[in-house]
């Protein structure tokens, strides 16, 4: 049986993180072997690019380049080390962020175009779920978390990343992505998510 790719997007603080833990346990619950995972990955390049993320909120921060490059070849590592193995084995993957997310945050910065073609080697989703949210309320959450900022929680450029997740959202690379309003309950978000997956997987 074939696997199911399914990605969540957003800004700090949509709550991405919050629905891959509850669409995990609608997969499970509908008899789906589930595998939770994220970006950047828990592998070395993606620990090595979390902690950079962190020490550019206090110090100097990473040429977005070299950011960009980095959250690229984490990607592939990533998808060989887990995803590609989870998804032949038949495997529901659920990835907390993904390629859009490099256009929208590293495109605040670089040629969108440049962000494409060092990401153009990463498997397509089978379904991206952009979660949309307001730059308040996700900075309302963010501060309620009450965890480490890093070099992206910034209200302006959190605007900006925004924006260009609605305005790349569209680009033919990605696939099927659906944009859902993540202003709400949790409960409502993720009947929403679940609504537009059922409408690309089925068990």
């Known amino acids: 049986m074939a696997g199911f790719f399914l ?40 620990t090595h690019v979390r902690q950079l993320l962190r020490d550019g909120a206090t ?27 989870a998804l032949a084995a038949g495997a529901v993957v659920i990835c907390d962020r993904y390629v859009l997310s490099s ?6 910065f670089l040629d969108v175009d440049f962000v494409e073609r060092i990401n153009a080697r990463a498997r397509r989703a089978d379904l991206t779920v952009f979660v949309d949210v307001d730059v308040p309320t996700a900075a309302a959450r963010r501060a309620a978390r009450g965890l480490p900022a890093d070099q992206y929680e910034v209200d302006e450029l959190q605007a900006r990343v925004r ?3 609605a305005a790349f959202a569209a680009r033919p ?10 202003n709400g309950g949790m409960d409502d978000v993720e009947r929403t998510i679940w609504t537009a997956v059922e409408t690309v997987w089925r068990a």
């Open 7 to 46: 990605v969540l997007e957003g800004i700090d603080g949509s709550g991405t993180t919050t629905q891959a833990a509850r669409l995990a346990a609608r997969f499970t619950a509908a008899g789906a072997r589930v595998v939770q995972t994220c970006e950047p990955s828990r592998g070395p390049i993606g």
């Open 103 to 108: 256009l929208a945050y590293q495109g605040a």
């Open 59 to 85: 110090g100097t921060p990473t040429d977005p380049g070299a950011l960009a490059l980095l959250f690229a070849a984490d990607r592939l590592d990533h998808l060989a080390r887990e995803v590609e193995p």
């Open 173 to 182: 690379a990605l696939g099927d992505v659906r944009t859902v309003d993540g």
């Open 163 to 165: 924006r260009n997740y």
